[in-house]
T-cell receptor
Framework: AQKVTQAQTEISVVEKEDVTLDCVYE???????LFWYKQPPSGELVFLIR??????QNEISGRYSWNFQKSTSSFNFTITASQVVDSAVYFC?????????????FGQGTTLQVKP | NAGVMQNPRHLVRRRGQEARLRCSPV?????VYWYRQLPEEGLKFMVY????????ESGMPKERFSAEFPKEGPSILRIQQVVRGDSAAYFC??????????FGPGTRLTVL
């Protein structure tokens, strides 16, 4: 079975704090892809990052960084020096399967509130 | 480059009516996915289409729902005889086949 768990339902921080959003996944496939999407209050879904299962290098993009660890089946997302504009729902997603249709399995999402 | 377009952005229907949701993928993308976001349930896959073909409809309800992606024109998600439980946000995503899906702004369907 394939599954994505985002155990943190809601997180509230004060601006400039660092915050880490957790994501744990389950799959029996050796080839898979992991994603993070952001859903701001306006409702659209914004692609942030894609990682494939063979690339465990951590990635940094500005204030965003991602830590992929196959040993713990985790793909955590850290926002450094958070800003009010980071307030959104963040979804972690998994794409895998021998048929590789590419369909995404989403976690339940973590609502991040950044207070001024 | 234009992203994924969805229309209408908001749709109100009475119980028993039909709802038609349209999705125009990113130019050059031939893979289209539909997802539904129900309150309290998160985002769930519904159907995956390539031009003129349904590839995976494992997430589609067995009745009243259908999808198409014709050779010309947008992809259509059609819901017949809508019920209140169909009220949700419906998202379309497109891909060039390289695994990253780009989402449209969604259609918010409200069934009265």
């Amino acid at each position: 079975a394939q599954k994505v768990t985002q155990a943190q339902t809601e997180i509230s921080v004060v601006e400039k704090e660092d915050v880490t959003l957790d994501c744990v996944y389950e799959t029996r496939d050796t080839t898979y892809y992991l994603f993070w999407y952001k859903q701001p209050p306006s409702g659209e879904l914004v692609f942030l990052i894609r990682r494939n299962s063979f690339d465990e290098q951590n990635e940094i993009s500005g204030r965003y960084s991602w830590n992929f660890q196959k040993s713990t089946s985790s793909f955590n997302f850290t926002i450094t020096a958070s800003q009010v504009v980071d307030s959104a729902v963040y979804f972690c997603a998994l794409s895998s399967g021998s048929s590789n249709t590419g369909k995404l399995i989403f976690g339940q999402g973590t609502t991040l509130q950044v207070k001024p | 480059n234009a992203g994924v377009m969805q229309n209408p952005r908001h749709l109100v229907r009475r119980r028993g009516q039909e709802a038609r949701l349209r999705c125009s993928p990113v130019k050059g993308h031939s893979h289209v996915y539909w997802y539904r976001q129900l309150p309290e349930e998160g985002l769930k896959f519904m159907v995956y289409l390539q031009k003129e073909n349904i590839i995976d409809e494992s997430g589609m309800p067995k009745e009243r729902f259908s999808a198409e992606f014709p050779k010309e024109g947008p992809s259509i998600l059609r819901i017949q005889q809508v019920v209140r439980g169909d009220s949700a946000a419906y998202f379309c995503a497109s891909s060039s086949g390289e695994n990253t899906q780009y989402f449209g702004p969604g259609t918010r369907l409200t069934v009265l």
